[in-house]
């Protein structure tokens, strides 16, 4: 039964993935096709280019990627809490607390670190 | 046999759901148009007796389709060509566990394409997430320095939001108890409470990840016109484009549709119209449910609409300090709000 | 009737009555070829009903394109109003407006990156065919010289009707094309689907000028042979002048091609507002006394000044001098037969209205004019004295980045020196024999005269053809600044070209950004891609001649740009030509009518730089819609007006016209500013977007030379209305907004309080305007222009235009050089952005305003 629902969502996929490849294979047979030198070149405002696109790009973005997995791990394990708090009764309620404090501490350390603040 | 049903039905809605995407690229055009005191597309199509311009996004499309996709050199093609297919392919699979009407065994047919998924919303969001890998190996892939820059500002945004719409949905979860979205509208149908009533700052939190969610503006940034040309999809021409258009309008409609489960009451109308009551079987119960539903996420999709041709748009280290320095601290308190609400109410 | 057969071209759309009814007895499909027919059809009619322009636009015609995407035209009806900022997404290039050399490989390259298929639509004269700007060195006489054009829209501008007729024709043509299908043997018409069809443009190259790669052997050949030395060796040359000495000595009867009557010399002074001969003297002699004598000599209201003392003196006149000058006007230059005379205007911001004028003089032969950089004295001299440079050659020593502003490196002459002769150059005035019909209908087109058939000329003894390539970029060669780093982390930083092509850089203006992440820590503005010889054409136009030319200057402002022109002129001509009160008040509600629409149009568009998708802008332009009518019916035109004439305007207002304006002053423009106000003033985004953002403090903006609402918004009740007032604004009762703080949000400010103040203006101007005469005297083409020189200033929208002009008596101006405030009010850009965001820098040079007809004249 719980393994059949999921087959609907493969069913999906395969779908979905016909809608994904279907319109640009199609779109590649019937289109023009007339390379050239010049249009194959990154497009910049109509000049060309300076110096390397792929380089080692500010670390700020990266930082929220690190705090991001650190909350969203945390966001995870509420979940079922969540679900269940009706059976739970206030154990559950004091539990919680302590870990969303937990994790309002690490936002505010983090904040207080001046990791937020965009430079 | 009853797979092949399932995939007539996948087939009809993924259809219906393409074609509601296009007319939605219209409708926002004609909304525009509106907004700026003008009457939008209204030629293409009268060649053909009909009027409005209601043939405008057929002409797009059959443009795209014939339109040369130009594939610069020095991309990462493999990267480059996958992008777009990601982006349609993350949009569908989000719809996957939406009820877009009655569901149930007694029901004349389940109006969602996976049903009986118990943990609908956490679905979504795993899905939803999804959608980043294509903005994000489109700027990557493209070696381009404004795809570059917008694929970054999106993987950081959309990542950065994602926090705050889990914990906004929360409260929620809190009161009806249920990870699976029929649940929650069936709670609300049950009480006759709209989740924006029981958990108002969830929804507030909720709505303006959502609008980040799906780079609309204000938080538009990962294209932002002005400043970064095309963005992620500077480089990307013809239906490749075409793609990543129709992927986001999939997204709106996905997340419109969450909305209104969530915090709209699904459709459920306060019992105001027959027919409209979870215990209400039959075809004509399930056309009432299906209508009322899509005028709701209709009424969201053009609120959405109506907020882009108004706004401007944040600066970046804003649109960061948002999410992390008053919604997620806010999704938090909520949290605990209603968690500690739901004790003493329920003794 | 005639029973002729009309040919149709084939792309018609009309049918033919006889197919008609024979469609419309057989619907059936009946053969292969009405299926192959069913296909065209279907094919072009998506490609016509969605033609998507490339979001570009160069000059003047810029704007009226943007109009037609307003809500009184609306090219969305069409399909045809998703403007893509990437060529890969673009079906249709309008090139709208006039196609300079330095603009021209960057078209190419952006019509070369366009996907199949594409089309393009010459929009206006100069797209056309070189417009009122062919003659130029820097233009290029239409686009068709490099890239295959569908449709020809005339017009300067075209009105946005025009845009949509030319619309539509493109997809009358697209429906009369036949797709190709190589599997059955089918040959269409569409040449995308073949291989056999060469759709790239080879990008040119800007050499010594610009070269088309395509007959590059053919250039070198024409040019080694001399051919160009030769045709110019018989050609008729401007006549050098002297330049004034201190006995104030009319200069000699001059060698022009008409020559004037002789007349007395005008009395010259730097400008009507001045210091005066007496203050000026005890200036002089405070000078001499105190850094030794020979320092100061007045000459024609100027302080001749050698140039070893420029940098002691302009450091006392800003330091010690009891009123200090603290604030650079201007820069020009003028190439007399035994110097070139560099000319400054400097002024008091303390007592403002003290004009003085400097003049110092370096050697006349090319390249070697030296003179001491004010840079470090004045930083507004930064562009100016580059500027100087690439013009005239003078070296200016001390200057840390003296490098060519709106040509290119490489460009191989000084192009306002008068010998040299554009490659188009005929006669040293207009009218152009050539021009003249010579009885037979015959005219001789400017490509015709020159050797090469094209505007190109290059040194006979130039060697490097063969090293031309179009993978160079002499406009990017400008280094970048490199920042410091922001933090101990070394990550790499980006040189990102922001421009020429950009949605947001207000035109083809480019920024050479150097960012670390977001954060801008370098920048270099690069300009010159709209460089279309306003000067040198104006030193060959006649007086009267040359006010067309000036409405396409800030093409936002035409009648204001009129104005400062009447001004410089009216000066010269002394008493004659002093306007009638009529004309006077017609002058003043037209100035102030334009100042509504240009700050309307600057608030609209810098809320589109933030991000607001076009709303408040066309808004904002509805408001500039009714106010371009009430030009319209007054001088002809929306944009380009060229309604004013020396000694008045050109017609005399039409009878309900005064109550038209006063209905829309009174009862429409301020309540739609109030609106404005309402709606954007407290908005969160907005206030976040811009307060704090971009500051330019009071002493950086005045020693940035930085004019009109930008001033300002820093804080200094700098407005030439007020503190040098011309034509009669000394009459009316308005107030000079100013901000605080000097950041975006102020400037936004300032220019709404302004518009609220020009409604006053207008309300009390259009009470009182009297009847009369419009013009002192009655109307002539021939204007007698005593020598002499005279500096203008008006307050424009934009801030302060000047207009200097030295006139030899001849026909017309011996040099003629515009202030222009966009252009120097960029100046202060990089300092405004760094330690920005990208997304700041949209905002902040949206808050500056620029025009970049302006810019780059």
Redesign the interface.
């Known amino acids: 039964?719980i393994i059949s629902?999921?087959?609907?969502?493969g069913?999906?996929?395969l779908?979905?993935?016909t809608?994904?490849?279907a319109?640009?294979a199609?779109?590649?047979v019937?289109?023009?096709?007339?390379r050239s030198r010049v249009?194959?070149?990154?497009?910049?405002?109509g000049v060309l280019?300076h110096g390397e696109?792929?380089v080692r790009?500010?670390i700020?973005?990266y930082i929220?990627?690190l705090?991001?997995v650190v909350?969203?791990i945390e966001?995870?394990f509420?979940?079922p809490w969540?679900?269940?708090?009706?059976d739970l009764g206030?154990f559950a309620?004091v539990e919680?607390?302590i870990f969303?404090a937990i994790?309002?501490v690490g936002?505010i350390y983090?904040?207080a670190k001046g990791v937020?603040r965009?430079v | 046999m009853a797979?092949i049903g399932?995939?007539i039905k996948?087939?009809i809605v993924?259809n219906v759901l393409?074609g509601a995407v296009a007319y939605l690229i219209w409708v926002e055009?004609k909304i525009?148009?509106y907004?700026?005191?003008?009457?939008?597309?209204?030629?293409?199509g009268s060649?053909f007796g009909i009027p409005f311009?209601l043939?405008?996004p057929?002409?797009?499309?059959?443009?795209?389709?014939?339109?040369?996709?130009?594939?610069?050199?020095?991309v990462n093609k493999p990267l480059y060509?996958i992008a777009?297919?990601?982006?349609?392919?993350a949009a569908?699979?989000g719809?996957?566990v939406v009820p877009f009407g009655p569901v149930g065994p007694n029901q004349v047919m389940d109006f969602q394409?996976?049903?009986?998924?118990d943990i609908g919303?956490?679905?979504v969001f795993a899905v939803g997430s999804l959608a980043v890998y294509a903005v994000i190996l489109a700027g990557?892939s493209?070696?381009?320095?404004?795809s570059?820059?917008g694929g970054?500002?999106s993987?950081?945004q959309l990542?950065?939001y994602?926090?705050p719409l889990?914990?906004s949905i929360?409260g929620m979860?809190?009161i009806t108890?249920?990870?699976d979205l029929n649940a929650i509208i069936r709670w609300q149908n049950e009480h006759h409470v709209w989740g924006v009533f029981v958990s108002p700052l969830g929804f507030i939190i909720f709505l303006v990840s959502a609008f980040a969610e799906t780079n609309r503006?204000?938080f538009?940034l990962p294209e932002?016109?002005?400043?970064?040309?095309?963005g992620f999809?500077?480089?990307?021409?013809?239906?490749?484009?075409?793609?990543f258009f129709l992927g986001e309008y999939v997204h709106v409609i996905t997340v419109s549709a969450l909305t209104v489960i969530l915090f709209g009451g699904g459709w459920d109308l306060w019992g105001l119209l027959p027919y409209l009551n979870y215990k209400d079987v039959g075809w004509i119960a399930a056309i009432a449910k299906l209508s009322v539903f899509s005028v709701k996420v209709a009424a969201v999709i053009l609120f959405m609409m109506w907020i882009?041709?108004?706004?401007?748009?944040?600066?970046?280290?804003?649109l960061?300090?948002l999410a992390?320095?008053s919604l997620?601290?806010l999704a938090?308190l909520n949290?605990?709000a209603t968690?500690?609400v739901?004790?003493i109410v329920?003794g | 009737m005639t029973h002729e057969t009309i040919t149709r071209p084939e792309w018609s759309t009309v049918i033919d009555p006889v197919l008609q009814k024979e469609l419309e007895q057989h619907v059936l499909v009946t053969s292969w070829d009405k299926l192959l027919g069913m296909v065209d059809t279907?094919?072009n009619?998506?490609?016509r009903?969605?033609l998507w322009p490339l979001g570009f636009g160069l000059a003047c015609c810029a704007i009226e394109m943007i109009c037609t995407a307003?809500?009184r035209f609306?090219i969305?009806?069409?399909?045809a109003?998703v403007f893509?900022?990437?060529p890969?997404?673009a079906?249709l290039m309008i090139v709208s407006g006039t196609v300079t050399k330095t603009m021209m490989p960057i078209i190419a390259r952006l019509y070369d990156?366009m996907?199949?298929?594409k089309y393009v639509i010459a929009m206006g004269a100069c797209a056309s065919g070189g417009g009122p700007f062919k003659e130029g060195y820097n233009v290029v006489s239409g686009v068709d010289k490099f890239l295959p054009v569908d449709v020809y829209i005339p017009g300067c501008p075209p009105t946005p009707q025009s845009l949509l007729n030319g619309l539509m024709v493109l997809q009358r043509k697209i429906d009369g094309e036949k797709i190709d299908i190589p599997l059955i043997g089918r040959e269409g018409n569409t040449a995308?689907y073949r291989d056999d069809v060469e759709r790239e443009i080879p990008v040119p190259v800007l050499g010594p000028d610009l070269i088309d790669l395509r007959t590059v052997e053919l250039a070198a050949e024409r040019t080694a042979m001399g051919l160009v030395e030769a045709r110019e060796a018989g050609l008729d040359k401007p006549a050098l002048i002297p330049a004034p000495t201190v006995e104030h000595a009319p200069p000699p009867e001059t060698a022009s091609a008409r020559p004037a009557r002789k007349l007395k010399h005008a009395v010259a002074r730097p400008s009507l507002v001045w210091l005066g001969d007496e203050r000026l003297a005890q200036l002089a002699d405070d000078l001499n006394r105190t850094l030794g004598p020979g320092t100061a000599a007045i000459i024609q209201a100027g302080l001749l000044i050698p140039p070893q003392k420029l940098v002691p003196v302009a450091f006392y006149l800003r330091d010690k001098n009891p009123i200090r000058y603290d604030y650079l006007v201007t820069i020009q230059s003028v190439h007399y037969t035994d110097c070139i005379e560099v000319v400054y205007h400097l002024d008091s911001t303390g007592v403002p209205g003290s004009l003085i004028e400097l003049r110092v003089r370096a050697a006349e032969a090319e390249g070697a004019g030296e003179v001491p950089s004010l840079y470090d004295v004045y930083r507004g001299a930064d562009f100016q004295e580059r500027e100087v440079f690439d013009m005239m050659g003078v070296r200016f020593e001390g200057h840390p980045n003296l490098k060519r502003i709106l040509m290119w490196e490489g460009f191989a002459y000084h192009p306002l020196r008068k010998d040299y002769l554009e490659p188009y150059y005929e006669a040293p005035a207009k009218v152009f024999p050539s021009r003249v019909d010579d009885g037979l209908g015959h005219h001789f087109r400017a490509e015709e005269l020159n050797p090469h058939g094209t505007n190109l000329k290059a040194p006979r003894n130039y060697q490097d053809w063969g090293k031309l390539s179009s993978l160079d970029d002499p406009k990017g060669r400008l280094l970048v600044p490199s920042g410091v780093q922001v933090e101990e982390l070394a990550t790499d930083q980006?040189v990102?070209s922001m421009g020429p092509q950009?949605?947001?850089t207000h035109g083809v203006f480019r920024l050479n950004l150097r960012v670390d992440g977001?954060t801008i820590v370098g920048l270099q503005p690069v300009m010159g891609y709209m460089h279309r010889n306003h000067e040198k054409i104006g030193e060959r136009n006649t007086f009267l001649m040359n006010f067309p030319f000036t409405d396409r200057l800030d093409y936002l402002t035409s009648m204001a740009n009129n104005f400062g022109y009447a001004l410089a002129v009216e000066q010269l001509l002394g008493d004659e030509a002093r306007p009638p009160e009529r004309a006077e008040y017609i002058r003043v509600i037209m100035a102030e009518l334009t100042r509504i629409a240009s700050h309307m149009w600057s608030i609209g568009f810098l809320?589109?730089?933030?991000?607001?998708?076009?709303?408040p802008a066309?808004?904002a332009i509805?408001e500039r819609e009714l106010i371009l009518d009430l030009f319209e019916w007054a001088a002809g035109s929306r944009m380009m007006c060229n309604y004013f004439r020396f000694g008045g305007v050109a017609f005399d207002l039409p009878p309900g016209w005064i109550e038209r304006c006063r209905g829309i002053v009174n009862e429409r423009i301020d309540r739609k500013i109030d609106e404005l106000d309402r709606y954007l003033s407290g908005?969160e985004?907005?206030l976040?977007?811009t307060k704090g953002v971009g500051i330019l403090d009071r002493e950086q903006a005045i020693q940035f030379s930085t004019s009109g609402p930008v001033l300002r918004a820093s804080g200094v009740a700098y407005d030439i209305r007020r503190v040098a007032p011309y034509s009669i604004y000394d009459r009316f009762e308005f107030r000079i907004p100013t901000g605080t703080v000097g950041d975006v949000y102020d400037r936004y400010h300032v220019r709404l309080e302004e518009m609220r103040e020009s409604v006053r203006i207008l309300k009390q101007a259009v009470r009182d305007i009297p009847d009369g005469p419009i013009l002192p005297r009655k109307k002539t083409y021939q204007i007698k222009v005593p020598a002499g020189e005279a500096y203008s200033r008006v307050e424009n929208p934009k801030g302060e235009l000047g207009y200097y002009v030295v006139a030899d008596g001849s026909a017309t101006a011996y040099r003629y050089h515009v202030r222009s405030p966009s252009f120097i009010n960029l100046t202060a850009l990089e300092t405004m952005c760094l330690g920005h965001?990208?997304?700041?820098v949209?905002g902040i040079l949206g808050s500056l305003d620029i025009v970049l007809g302006e810019v780059d004249r």
């Open positions: 039964m629902n999921y087959i609907f969502i069913l999906l996929l779908v979905a993935m809608f994904g490849l319109p640009i199609l779109a590649h019937v289109a023009p096709r007339k249009k194959e070149v990154a497009y910049e405002c280019t696109t792929w790009f500010r700020q973005y929220y990627a705090l991001f909350f969203d966001v995870v509420l979940f969540a679900a269940s708090y009706a206030i309620l919680m607390t969303l994790l309002l936002l983090a904040w937020l965009w | 797979a399932i995939l996948i087939f993924a393409m055009r525009a148009a907004a700026q005191d003008r009457i939008g597309p209204n030629r293409a060649e311009g043939l405008q057929l002409a797009d499309g059959a443009k795209m389709l014939l339109k040369e996709g130009v594939l610069p050199a020095y060509l777009p297919v990601i982006a349609i392919i569908l699979l719809f996957a394409i996976a049903p009986y998924v919303i956490l679905w990557w493209s070696n381009n320095k404004y570059f820059i970054l500002r993987s950081a990542i950065s994602e926090i889990g914990l929360l979860v809190l108890g249920s990870l503006l204000p538009d932002s016109e002005q400043e970064l040309v095309g999809h500077t480089e990307y021409s013809g239906m490749k484009f075409g793609m882009r041709w108004t706004l401007p748009r944040f600066r970046y280290d804003q960061m300090d992390w320095k997620i601290p938090l949290l605990f968690a500690v739901l004790q329920r | 279907i094919y009619w998506g490609r009903s969605s307003s809500s609306d969305a009806r069409f399909g109003e893509r900022g990437s890969r997404q079906d990156q996907p199949e298929p995308w980006y990102v950009h949605p947001s977001e809320l589109n730089d933030l991000g607001a998708f076009f709303t066309l808004y509805e908005n985004i907005l976040d977007r965001t990208i997304a700041d949209v």
